[in-house]
């Protein structure tokens, strides 16, 4: 990055920075060249930050009065719920908040397949950022294990089963896990330990996701290389600072209204009713953010199959940045991919509603047909349009017209075109 | 084209999902008002008050409240029966405590802070006394089904007579909402089976609305502090958001006359 | 609730030097102002004080989390039967999570006691102060040093002795030697009848 090289004004400031740089990293975080153009859907990084760290403090405060034990994790919710100061608030923004995490986070990967932030030089933020969804995934599932509910118990049962698809050593695994011959305590225990570990594993990862954004910097809605700082950058602080807050206190909002007004409408009423081996509950579904991925699991008749291609459908994503062939980023100059970025939203979101049904007669079809639809939308459609379609020509820079304004190259060029022009 | 393409599929999707629902039949809950509900959603005292009459002289034969203490019935957002009162209802009951110094247990009128006695000393008892199937506890239930006290309500009123040629099963009793229409549970509300201490008239429809108030209160008791807590902090979030944003358009405003 | 003012205020210490910090880290940007000529904004001020009073407000939840829960409150009686305990006996309840010494004093206990000269004492306290009925000891058995637990019948003053740091306790609960600054505490109680006493 071009940016100058920071020397703290003050002698105590310089003797501190040479020995551990804190200074200049803050200056850097805090001058850090940003596209002027990002809109709000940029502002999910952010607020993906707050959510990982209002999710831990939250978080910490629950294990101070949950107890981690089969006969007593129910009653320690409800104690939580009724006794503890404040409980009833820390407990609902808790688990609301998971949701609203995840919520941000598909739109931040929605975003991110939509205006190519995936695309060379930015592999790595995608891949450690498709680690990091694995991850909050896997927390998460352990998270909604610990109420001990029947949603709980059920969704144990049958999440860690899927590891005695493994062939041969399928069921020690799936013993291994629970250690016992059932979901019992020992399992309850162990997800407890793993759910407050996870978090700042993600934690860690989030400081490589944003210290590989640093490296090449933001994408941006053109999806033109920019030159950092220029006249198109702003400094970080205050300009995107201030964008990102106002989109945070909007989300909120929206937060505060689930955790006030609807606390339980995300979850699933059976969760309420405290676990029993002996009684399944009609339907299991897991939690909202997971459906489409249940879908996946259960298009496929075979028991093995099934978990092979859901995890399949997670790691396909990894491989994103290759799959896509196209030279242009951003999906404003490519009408076709822009459709088809549409469809895939559609794909998924009519998986996630076949996943919050029995997988029977025409759902258990459409969760086929859309099973099928989103492996060749990575498989086939994305490496297929890249070389096909024809782009519409990109700008120079962020600051000339882009849309509706009259276009200053005529034909399509592809990004090392443009570098040329800006270096010119 | 492409709005037109993604009306399309919206249009697609809502065919496909309420032609899919259409298929689930289940009979729609009565319908009333609740005073919990909304943004300013309150309990009404006299429901709950009457709702616990209900349920100590109906459902407590059977139900356990367990999650509950005395004491939740004199604190705020409750019933909020005077602290006596709720001494007297404490000490109508035997709890079980101990051991003594001789080692043995021994029963004492309950006080304050003691939960809720169980009808039953365990589920299996209750199982038992119950022909096989246990009568839920009672502490969440309001949250443990779907539109819980709209389900309760209108369960305690959806004994009807079986449809001609249905066959019901030993020792179980017919109910409109009840899934599958099976139920273990007895009618047990009729006209005037309690006598409302406020003089209401003890209606089957009176009870049910009351109970299933007192149940959603049980399972909710912090209701009144959230709603009214959560509407400080929308407030308070919506005016901070409008001077960020009018702050956030000032500074940019720098920016976009440089250009 | 002095602790939880306590606290209170500690929040707001803790958020003024966060307040200091954002001002350093958005400090480049009063500096673009001088030299634009601006001058600073009510609109600025107004955000950051009420985002500070939000974020005062969102911490407290987190800190009374910590304080006692309704049910820890709710319990803080306890009711004991001494009909049982003969003279020259004691017994220890539990109130609170703490033992409570209960003893049934002898004739030549209570005299001694209450002929004690206040100048031998490091915290002078007559024995009448100690009890509502002579015959009847109630105190804290929590040393006044670091919260040991004395043991009864021991020490120089054949009262109460902790193992711990050795303090030496009388027949009354008073301190005589050792580390202990204060006399073992007397809880809140009151007898509800001749073979009852409410503790709390």
Known sequence: ??????????????????????????????????????????????????????????????????????????????????????????????????????LAVYIHIFRALFYGSYKSPREMIWILGMLIYILMMATAFMGYVL???????????????????????????????????????????????????????????????????????????????????????????????????????????????????????????????????????????????????????????????????????????????????????????????????????????????????????????IGRVATIYYFLHFILVLPVLGYKEKTIPLPISISDPVLGGQPNISTTRSREDIKEKQHD | MINKLKIFFVILIFLFSSGLKASEKKTPFIDTNWNFKGIFG?????????????????????????????????????????????????????????????????????????????????????????????????????KARKDGPAYIYSLLQGYVEPPKGYELDEGVYYNKYMDGNQIKMPNVLFDDLVEYEDGTKATTEQMAKDVSNFLMWAAEPNLEERHKLGFRVILYLIILALLVYFSMNRLWSRIESKK | MSSSYLILTTII???????????????????????????????????????????????????????????????????????????????TVLWRGKPVFIRRRTQEEIIESQNTKLTELKDPQKDQDRVKKPEWLVMLGVCTHLGCVPLGGKGDYKGWFCPCHGSHYDKSGRIRKGPAPTNLPIPKYEFVDNNTIKIG
């Open chain 3, 13 to 91: 210490i803790f958020l003024l030097i966060f307040l200091y910090i954002s001002w350093i880290f958005i400090s480049n940007e009063i500096e673009n102002k001088k030299e634009t000529g601006e001058r600073r904004d009510f609109l600025y001020t107004a955000s950051y004080a009420l985002g500070a009073v939000g974020l005062g407000a969102a911490v407290w939840p987190l800190v009374d989390q910590m304080n006692p829960d309704a049910s820890v409150k709710a319990l803080s009686t306890t009711e004991v039967d001494i009909s049982n305990i003969d003279v020259g006996k004691s017994i």
């Open chain 2, 42 to 142: 309150k309990f009404d005292r006299g429901e709950l008050r009457r709702g616990y009459q209900v349920y100590s002289e109906v459902c407590s034969g059977c139900h356990s409240i367990s999650q509950l203490s005395y004491r939740n019935l004199y604190e705020k957002g409750g019933p909020e029966f005077s602290i006596e009162n709720v001494k007297q209802i404490a000490a109508s009951f035997d709890v079980l405590d101990g051991p003594n110094s001789d080692g043995e247990m021994f029963t004492r009128p309950g006080r304050l802070p003691d939960k809720f006695v169980d009808p039953y000393p365990n589920i299996e008892s209750a199982i038992a006394a119950n022909g096989g199937a246990y009568p839920p506890d009672m502490s969440v239930l309001a």
């Open chain 1, 147 to 365: 109420p001990w509910g029947q949603m709980s118990f059920w969704a144990a049962t049958v999440i860690t089963n899927l590891f005695s698809a493994i062939p041969f050593i399928g069921e020690s695994i799936v013993t291994w896990l629970w250690g016992g011959y059932s979901v019992d305590s020992p399992m309850l225990t162990r997800f407890y330990s793993l759910h407050y570990l996870l978090p700042f594993l993600i934690f860690a990862l989030v400081i490589l996701h944003i210290w590989a954004l640093h490296i090449p910097g933001n994408n941006n809605p053109v999806g033109i290389d920019i030159k950092q700082p220029s006249k198109d950058t702003v400094p970080f602080s205050p300009y995107i600072a201030v964008k990102d807050l106002y989109a945070l206190i909007i989300f909120l909002i929206i937060t505060a209204g689930f955790v006030f007004f609807a606390p339980n409408i995300l979850s699933h009423p059976d969760n309420y009713i405290k676990a029993n081996p002996l009684v399944t509950p009609t339907h299991i579904v897991p939690e909202w953010y997971l459906l489409p991925f249940y879908a996946i699991l259960r298009a496929v008749p075979s028991k093995l199959g099934g978990v092979i291609v859901m995890f399949a459908s997670l790691f396909i994503l990894m491989f994103l940045p290759w799959l896509d062939t196209s030279k242009v980023r951003s999906a404003v100059f490519k009408p076709l991919s822009k459709l088809f970025f549409w469809v895939l939203v559609i794909d998924v979101v009519i998986l996630g509603y076949i996943g919050a049904n029995p997988p029977e007669g025409l759902y258990l079809l």
């Open chain 1, 1 to 102: 990055m071009s940016e100058e090289k920071y020397i703290p004004k003050s002698k105590i400031g310089q003797w501190f920075d040479s020995r551990l740089p804190l200074l200049s990293l803050m200056h850097h975080l805090r001058d850090y060249p940003t596209p002027k153009n990002l809109n709000y859907w940029w502002t999910f990084g952010a607020i993906l930050t707050f959510c990982l760290i209002a999710q831990i403090i939250t978080g910490l405060v629950l294990a101070m009065h949950y107890v981690a034990h089969a006969d007593l994790a129910f009653e320690s919710v409800e104690h939580i719920m009724r006794n503890v100061n404040y409980g009833w608030l820390i407990r609902y923004f808790h688990a609301n908040g998971s949701s609203m995490f995840f």
